[in-house]
């Protein structure tokens, strides 16, 4: 018969737990995974767009004079977002790649699992099937014989009924 089933029914992922945090399971790697997340939202891209809007609009016009034309504190700001957001995005796409290749091969196992347990399912049913067909083959053959049996009983029930009516006349 088959095994009995697992009573972990995540186990084909237990062994690539390890992989499930991008950036590990400490404070860091929760808020930089956190941080790298919030890089492709509306609301980062919207912000963004007001804060340089209105920085460009105040040193423009004089309100403040901090960073003037050609805003070269908001290029830098620029790039040292890039050189931060870059990698942490890059590593939260490799991280994700990396999830998404592992559960790949965990969802292989366990249609692979299940094609086993199916097949011995299978044969099973198919042995259960073969030895109902000679159960009944032989319920069959018995039926038979005691179909004939019983012929022959009532043929010599009548013989004998036959012989003792003819030493009685």
């Given at each position: 018969?088959?095994?009995?089933p697992?009573?972990h029914?995540?186990?084909?992922?237990s062994?690539?737990?390890?992989?499930?945090?991008?950036?590990?399971?400490?404070?860091?790697?929760?808020?930089?995974?956190?941080?790298?997340r919030?890089?492709?939202?509306?609301?980062?891209?919207?912000?963004?767009?007001?804060?340089?809007?209105?920085?460009?609009?105040?040193?423009?016009?004089?309100?403040?004079?901090?960073?003037?034309?050609?805003?070269?504190?908001?290029?830098?700001?620029?790039?040292?977002?890039?050189?931060?957001?870059?990698p942490?995005?890059?590593?939260?796409?490799?991280?994700?790649?990396?999830?998404?290749?592992?559960?790949?091969?965990?969802?292989?196992?366990?249609?692979?699992?299940?094609?086993?347990?199916?097949?011995?399912?299978?044969?099973?049913?198919?042995?259960?099937?073969?030895?109902?067909?000679?159960?009944?083959?032989?319920?069959?053959?018995?039926?038979?014989?005691?179909?004939?049996?019983?012929?022959?009983?009532?043929?010599?029930?009548?013989?004998i009924?036959?012989?003792?009516?003819?030493?009685?006349?």
């Amino acid at each position: 018969m088959n095994p009995a089933p697992s009573k972990h029914h995540l186990r084909f992922h237990s062994h690539s737990g390890h992989l499930a945090p991008a950036f590990g399971s400490d404070a860091f790697g929760l808020r930089a995974e956190a941080f790298a997340r919030f890089f492709g939202t509306p609301a980062f891209l919207i912000g963004q767009t007001v804060l340089v809007g209105t920085w460009i609009l105040l040193n423009a016009i004089g309100v403040v004079r901090f960073d003037l034309y050609p805003f070269i504190l908001l290029n830098l700001a620029f790039s040292l977002q890039a050189a931060y957001a870059a990698p942490l995005i890059l590593l939260a796409q490799t991280r994700q790649a990396d999830r998404d290749k592992a559960g790949a091969e965990n969802d292989a196992m366990h249609r692979e699992e299940i094609a086993r347990i199916s097949s011995e399912r299978q044969l099973e049913s198919a042995r259960q099937l073969d030895l109902l067909l000679e159960l009944m083959r032989r319920n069959t053959e018995l039926t038979d014989l005691t179909h004939q049996m019983s012929r022959r009983i009532e043929s010599l029930t009548s013989e004998i009924h036959s012989h003792i009516q003819s030493h009685r006349a």
